[in-house]
């Protein structure tokens, strides 16, 4: 399944706008990708990343 994650996610004191497609099988394995992925990417915390929606993509 496909799921469309929207949150936000703290860097250098501003709040950054993001919306990713993950592949997951459900949508607390989605969360956890999505933390992981951003994470990594942009050097934050995962109690800097806000995840405001998800939905699953058809």
Not at 3 to 22: A, L, R, T
Not at 25 to 53: D, F
Request: proline share 0%; no cysteine.
């Amino acid at each position: 399944m496909i799921f469309e994650v929207e949150g936000k996610f703290k860097v250098n004191g501003e709040w950054m706008f993001f919306k990713k497609k993950i592949e997951a099988h459900n949508e607390n394995m989605a969360t956890e990708k999505t933390y992981s992925l951003i994470g990594s990417n942009h050097k934050v915390k995962r109690n800097l990343i806000r995840i405001n929606g998800i939905r699953k993509v058809e």
